[in-house]
């Protein structure tokens, strides 16, 4: 049964404005380029071989819209950070879309943007360049942190899970990007310690007042 | 339910490929956004893109994206003209046009010399406003997102405060800001199409019934601008709504003159309100100025750098529901770095600082300028510093988490060089004699990356 055509005409919608915001939040750290004629047929799409042949294309981050119920009018926004897959799989992100109208899904995608940090971060620390990614890094787990304490993912209790581990895993990427870090002399991240778990935090993890 | 329909994606791709993308934007030669221009000698110019029409199989430019533009354009145009020395362009593309002839990353670079193309490039030091959106049409809503870049040519927004000897850099969270989107009835989108029907016409006196013709193209327009009368406008003044222009008529060649309808040009409502974004803009034209006043050694007019804080703190006020906390951020920090600059209202500029802190606490930008601009008026007033001790913290996290990291580092090591001059019983144990001297010593041996 076919999409209603203002069903997908929204879920494109969507898709542009969080591609617009990762667009021009990404600050020329990365570039946003549109897919033409690329329809993944299903998540189970996203194997290891995918995985290899995006990161062989040097992306970072595909993004993608979905019609999941054209009757009951319910869509949803797929994330594929291709750098996390190591850290954190299968490192494909479904966000549900939620709220009572295009506005309010637009003003929710917006956060959305945190999935670049984390992208770049990644790649950065997978390159071995520690120094770089731990400012990504950070960013981005100040980001997920704030939407995971949000109330904008009450009623998707998947994609909190989801959040959750990746939170949790990209924690470990920083501890052990500044661990790195660390291991060069002359590096600034000599100028921290490790807390009481031994592990390194971010440095503003928390907040600074 | 198994999704049974994907549309087409988008990737965030690593530097390299974009070169490749970029040579697909395709033919570019007759769209007026190709050859971008603006007033050279403005001291600020604001330019506006034209909002792109998104949920199509492809993004496009229509009538009503383009209209907003203008009515963006000369809504704020028309707010701020007692600054002086202004100029604003409204871009444009052909109906029908590839809209990646006008994105923000192709049409700036030219701007500013960077790549070939336009027309009149802006002048180093001078300073740059650009605005742009996205636009969603659905039954009898419209919702736009507008983005602003703010800029002065080859020239970097950090500004320092000093202790003695030692100078401490800060810089604002960003010069990129999102806007949360806001939606739009239709009807008010018809109330625009009226406006821009009337922003759209020169009149003969300032009376929306005065004869009058439609306004030539390209539209654009320029204040205390010299011998640029072509092809914009030149603002000989305003009263009320109404600004009086002059402009060279392009067949005749003969001077022409008229007024446009600009400010309020909403019947009833006012578009700053339903558009904050407005009120950021407006602001920042002053935070522009003022920064180019400085570089002069000059400061802005007292009552203009009030109204240009007024207006962000308007934009904050009509903001707060939102979750652009980044956004705000910048605001406030923009605010607060006019008032520092005026120098008569130092608790209040630090209360602007310490607010940008509180709503993005992990942004080392807004970390660094609330500190060093506490501990620079604290000298001024004081010659002492207290919370020495969470100072040091602080700017040791910035050190390490910050982008400019040779900034954040310097400032770190000025900071306790400065401590180093106090009395040894005022500072507290981990910060006295030789533990300073360790972390200094720390500090040279630092060498970051060439990346």
């Not at chain 1, 120094?131 to 109330?151: F, M, R, T, Y």
């Not at chain 2, 570089?295 to 203009?304: I, S």
């Amino acid at each position: 049964m076919p999409a209603k055509p203002a069903l997908q005409k929204q879920t494109s919608g969507l898709r542009d404005f969080i591609v617009e915001n990762l667009r021009t939040m990404s600050r020329g750290r990365a570039f946003v380029i549109p897919c033409r004629g690329r329809f993944p047929q299903d998540a189970t799409e996203y194997t290891d071989g995918e995985f290899d042949s995006l990161d062989n294309l040097r992306v970072l981050l595909e993004v993608w819209g979905s019609v999941d119920d054209p009757v009951g009018g319910r869509g949803s926004l797929g994330f594929v950070l291709v750098p996390a897959r190591s850290v954190a799989p299968p490192a494909l992100f479904v966000v549900r879309r939620s709220g009572r109208d295009f506005l309010s899904q637009a003003q929710q995608g917006a956060v959305l943007e945190m999935f670049a940090p984390i992208a770049i971060g990644i790649h950065d620390y997978q390159n071995r360049k520690f120094e770089d990614a731990v400012p990504n890094l950070c960013e981005g787990i100040n980001k997920l942190q704030d939407s995971v304490n949000s109330s904008r993912l009450a009623n998707d209790l998947a994609a909190l899970e989801e959040q959750n581990k990746l939170l949790i895993a990209v924690r470990r990427v920083v501890s052990d990007a500044i661990r790195q870090a660390r291991s060069d002399s002359r590096s600034r991240y000599q100028l921290v310690s490790p807390g009481s778990d031994g592990q390194f935090p971010c440095p503003f993890a928390g907040g600074a007042r | 339910m198994k999704p049974w329909l994907f549309n087409r994606c988008v990737a965030l791709l690593w530097t390299l490929l974009l070169l490749f993308c970029e040579l697909s934007f395709g033919d570019r030669s007759h769209q007026i956004c190709s050859n971008p221009s603006v007033f050279a000698d403005a001291e600020v110019n604001l330019v506006v893109l034209p909002y792109v029409s998104v949920g199509g199989s492809k993004s496009s430019l229509d009538d009503i994206g383009q209209r907003l533009a203008l009515i963006v354009k000369l809504d704020t145009f028309a707010h701020v003209l007692e600054y002086g020395s202004l100029g604003a362009t409204q871009m444009e593309v052909p109906q029908g046009a590839d809209p990646d002839t006008c994105l923000p990353q192709v049409v700036i670079p030219k701007l500013l010399g960077q790549t070939p193309g336009a027309d009149v490039t802006a002048e180093k030091g001078k300073g740059l406003i650009i605005v742009w959106g996205v636009l969603y049409e659905e039954d009898d809503d419209v919702v736009i997102q507008s983005y602003a870049r703010f800029l002065r040519r080859d020239t970097s927004e950090s500004l320092s405060f000093s202790i003695d000897k030692f100078n401490f850099m800060g810089q604002p969270s960003s010069q990129v800001v999102a806007f949360a989107p806001r939606a739009f009835k239709k009807s008010l989108l018809s109330e625009i199409e009226n406006s821009y029907q009337r922003a759209d016409f020169v009149h003969k006196e300032p009376k929306d019934d005065s004869e009058g013709e439609p306004l030539p193209r390209p539209v654009a327009k320029c204040i205390s601008c010299r011998g640029e009368l072509t092809p914009g406008f030149q603002v000989q003044e305003y009263k009320g709504e109404w600004i009086h222009v002059r402009w060279i008529d392009p067949i005749s060649r003969r001077e022409r003159e008229g007024w446009i309808h600009a400010a309020g040009s909403l019947v009833g409502k006012s578009l700053d309100n339903a558009l904050p974004e407005l009120h950021f803009i407006q602001g920042c034209v002053g935070y522009l100025k003022q920064r180019i006043a400085s570089m002069r050694g000059d400061t802005l007019p007292h009552a203009l750098a009030n109204a240009a804080t007024h207006e962000f703190q308007e934009f904050i006020n009509l903001n707060a529901s939102t979750e652009a906390k980044e956004t705000n951020a910048v605001a406030l920090e923009l605010a607060a770095i006019i008032q520092a600059l005026q120098g008569n209202d130092v608790k209040g500029a630090q209360q602007l600082f310490d607010g940008a802190v509180s709503l993005v606490p992990s942004d080392p930008n807004a970390v660094t300028l609330a500190n060093i601009y506490q501990i620079s008026q604290e000298w001024k007033t004081r010659k002492a510093i207290t919370n020495t001790e969470s100072t040091a913290d602080r700017l040791t996290k910035v050190a390490t988490v910050s982008r400019d990291a040779t900034m954040a580092l310097s400032n770190l090591r000025n900071f306790l060089q400065v401590l180093q001059t106090l009395p040894i019983e005022s500072l507290p144990k981990g910060l006295s004699g030789s533990a300073l001297q360790r972390k200094i010593q720390a500090i040279d041996r630092i060498e970051l990356p060439s990346s």
